[in-house]
C-alpha cells in the first residue's frame, strides 16, 4: 500500500529502493521485493549498518523504533518485537525472520566507553531459533564489543602536524589549532592526510594555514591548522642581495 501510494507501483517503488540502497554504497545488497520476505532479497551485515544509521538520523524513525509499543487505529495495540529494547543501552533497530534467512537482529545500542556515551551498531543474521537465536547473538556481541573499545585521542591542540622553512631560511611549525576524540575498537586504522596552502611572506601566529583530514572507521574530522607562531619577511639584506 506505502508503495503504491508513493510511487504508482511496487516495481517502482522497488527500483527506489535499489537506487537508494546503491547511493549509500550497499553493494551487496539487493531488493526484489518490498518487505524483505522474497528469498531474492538479499543482504550482508555492513550493509544493513550503513541503511540502520542512515535511518537513525532521522529523529522521527529513532523514536519509532525506540518505542516498545504503540496505539494504532483499527489495530490498537502492537508491541515491538525487539526484546532487547531498553537493555544493554539497546535502543533499536530492527528483527526480522524467514526460513531463508534465519533469525536476524540490527542493533544500535549507546554504551558508556571511558566516561563518555557512544552510539554503537551491529547486525546478525542466519541465527537458528529465529528471533530469540538473533536476540542471545547479538548480547554476546554487545558483551565482547564494550571492552574492546576505547576513548583514544587521535590528534592534540597544538600537536605538530607540518614543519617549514622559508626561502631566507626562517622555519617553524603548523599546529593542529583542536583535539579529536574519538571511541574506537581496537585495532582501528587511522588515515590522515594534511593539506596546506601556500604561505606569504609574513603572516601572524595563528593564522590558519591549511587542514588535517582524519578518517578512522566511521568517524570523519576536518581539523584546521595553523601556525605555531608569525612567519616574518625577510631582512632588508636578504631583500636587497635577491632582488625581493
Known sequence: MLASWDLGSVPAFVNRMNARAAALGMSA???????????LSVSVPSDLIVLAQTAMRLPVFAQIVAQPQATLPVNGVIRNLDALLGQ???????????????????????????????????????????????FAATSSLLRALGPALHLRTVVHRDDVVARYQTPWA???????????????????TLAGRVKLDELPPMLPAGTRVGTLSLEAGSH?????LVLASAVNGPDLGWRLTRGF
Open 29 to 39: 545488497t539487493h531488493y526484489a521485493d518490498v518487505s524483505g520476505f522474497s528469498p
Open 88 to 134: 544493554s543501552g539497546v535502543v533499536g533497530v530492527k528483527t526480522g525472520h524467514t526460513d531463508q534467512a534465519g533469525g536476524c537482529f540490527v542493533v544500535a545500542a549507546d554504551l558508556i566507553i571511558d566516561g563518555q556515551s557512544a552510539r554503537v551498531y551491529g547486525a546478525v543474521m542466519g541465527q537458528p531459533g529465529a528471533l530469540k537465536g538473533a
Open 170 to 188: 626562517e622555519s617553524g611549525t603548523i599546529v593542529a589549532s583542536q583535539s579529536v576524540a574519538w571511541v574506537l575498537i581496537d585495532g582501528t
Open 220 to 224: 570523519r574530522a576536518e581539523v584546521p
